[in-house]
């Protein structure tokens, strides 16, 4: 990462991103206006299909050069052919002369066959497989009954070095929905990595101190995803002084002390956190409902989003690794080569944005963010 003004002083410290280099970018203050890294790339996205996928394509394509896009569409990328088809749709909707390429995900279900995984894998058609334990989220339906059902496909999956995405929550009705993603870790995300510890596990969207713990203490072929939403509220977000359809998204924001460990985690440094914004686009009125759509549309001004949260922590020396390397790395895809900057300026965000002829409210809506993406 490159901090400007580019003083010698700085490039070296920003070489060894020690703490020295905090303490003298929050010296710098006022002069410290902008942030020149390497692209991005988003590790999570939901850009749906039809009329929605051609509306929000480009808020993503804009800030990133690569996402892991998730096939939880109706119905969902089950085959090869299905995963071809989405990422033509894709590129299709595309502003003409933008460059963006999606990374298809395989929806997994109790009936996938492993040879069609592992080909979808080798030729290049899947980057990943995603686990959605069935019912859990939006388009879950079809997702996965019993892990014992997916057992030979993920052992395949070891074998060729296909990572696995997963959705971390338990769907059993007895669990509370604040504490689905602890035991989600104890019942089957913890036995499977011991069970297949070559197997690259992608633990997404974690929500609590109970996932950061695990992925640090787990091995290197263990790593989570994090969104800004997870890093900027917690479920008094959600709750307090009127209920708030537009702060809900699963897993569920959990308490302070949870958004304090994701914090301390993305902005640590460690390699095993990184980006994927879990950007979710439903209308308004599928937010704003009896029975309200879970999912957050936070694509537009995602980096901005994250920039806030490294420099509350002092860290954008720590910045660039968390956006741009870290991921790349552990799904083993080379790092983009061309730069992107955010500029110390004010960034006001829309009350909603138009797409599919609906509007969508925007993750930060009525906010005004501190950083601004220039490209
Ligand atoms: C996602 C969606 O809407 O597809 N919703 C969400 O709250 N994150 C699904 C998911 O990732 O769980
Ligand atoms: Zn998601």
Redesign the pocket.
């Known amino acids: 990462m490159e901090l400007f003004p580019r003083t010698d002083f700085l490039r070296q410290d920003s070489v060894t991103r020690g703490p020295c280099l905090r303490i003298n970018l929050r010296e710098m203050g006022a002069n410290m206006n902008m942030i020149t890294i390497r692209r991005p790339d988003d590790w999570?996205?939901?850009l749906r299909d039809g009329d929605m996928l051609r509306s929000v394509v480009a808020h993503t394509a804009r800030q990133f050069a690569r996402a892991i896009v998730?096939p939880?569409l109706s119905p969902p990328v089950t085959d090869i052919r299905a995963g071809r088809a989405y990422r033509d749709r894709i590129v299709d909707a595309l502003p003409e002369g933008m460059a963006f390429e999606p990374l298809i995900t395989c929806y997994l279900t109790d009936g996938t066959d492993p040879n069609d995984l592992a080909r979808g894998f080798e030729e290049g058609v899947f980057t990943a497989a995603k686990l959605y334990p069935a019912n859990a989220?939006t388009n879950s339906a079809h997702g996965v009954t019993d892990i014992a059902n997916i057992e030979q496909a993920l052992a395949r999956m070891a074998g060729i070095g296909m990572p696995l995405c997963v959705?971390g929550e338990v769907t059993d009705a007895q669990i509370d929905v604040f504490d689905r993603e602890k035991v989600f870790i104890e019942r089957i995300l913890a036995p499977l990595v011991e069970r297949l510890p070559a197997l690259k596990v992608i633990f997404?969207?974690i929500t609590t101190e109970d996932a950061v713990r695990f992925v640090e203490e787990a091995g290197d072929t263990v790593a989570a995803t994090i969104t800004p939403q997870h890093l900027h509220i917690n479920r008094n977000a959600m709750l307090a002084g009127g209920i708030r359809p537009h702060a809900y998204c699963?897993p569920v924001a959990k308490r302070e002390r949870h958004r304090l460990a994701l914090r301390g985690a993305a902005t640590s440094g460690s390699p095993k956190f990184f980006l994927g914004t879990?950007s979710?686009p439903h209308t308004r009125e599928a937010k704003e409902n009896a029975c309200g759509c879970a999912?957050i549309f936070n694509a537009p001004y995602a980096l901005e989003s994250y920039a806030a949260v490294f420099e509350e922590e002092g860290a954008l020396d720590r910045f660039e690794g968390f956006t741009s390397e870290y991921g790349a790395r552990f799904y083993g895809l080379p790092l983009n080569e061309e730069t992107v900057r955010l500029e110390k300026r004010n960034c006001p965000v829309p009350e909603t944005i138009d797409a599919a002829g609906a509007a969508i409210v925007p993750f930060h809506a009525g906010e005004t963010l501190g950083w601004k993406f220039v490209g």
Request: aromatic share 0%; charged share 15%; hydrophobic share 30%.
């Open positions: 999570h996205v939901h998730m939880n989220t959705h997404e969207h699963l879990d979710a999912g």
